[in-house]
Nanobody, 123 residues
Framework: QVQLVESGGGLVQAGGSLRLSCAAS????????MGWFRQAPGKDREFVGA????????LYADSMKGRFTIGRDNAKNTVYLQMNSLKPEDTAVYYCAAKNGNYYISAYMYNYWGQGTQVTVSS
């Protein structure tokens, strides 16, 4: 059973940066595609981006392109989400998710989820 633990959330001013981490355990990390999602109060869970098993391929939601970067370190069983130029509308709980095989945009395709980490961007 794969377990995911996010960290790195917090309060930041608009225009600032945060780096989220997601540590995986209980599985073979290099066989897992990883996704990042977020959910703001009263809104549906939203795809942020995803990274392939090897880390050579990434996909981002349009609103995150150029501001967010996903990376992974398979030796450390960790995936990262670097968030720059943050905006108040980026405020949400951020979740990492994992699945075997290729990554997908849909949250329903992911089997494993972390507990989430709060990101709050003040104006």
């Amino acid at each position: 059973q794969v377990q995911l633990v996010e960290s790195g959330g917090g309060l930041v001013q608009a225009g600032g940066s945060l780096r989220l981490s997601c540590a995986a355990s209980g599985g073979t990390f290099s066989t897992l595609s990883m996704g990042w999602f977020r959910q703001a109060p009263g809104k549906d869970r939203e795809f942020v981006g995803a990274i392939s098993r090897s880390g050579t391929s990434t996909l981002y939601a349009d609103s995150m392109k150029g501001r967010f970067t996903i990376g992974r370190d398979n030796a450390k069983n960790t995936v990262y989400l670097q968030m720059n130029s943050l905006k108040p509308e980026d405020t949400a709980v951020y979740y990492c998710a994992a699945k075997n095989g290729n990554y997908y945009i849909s949250a329903y395709m992911y089997n494993y989820w972390g507990q989430g980490t709060q990101v709050t961007v003040s104006s």
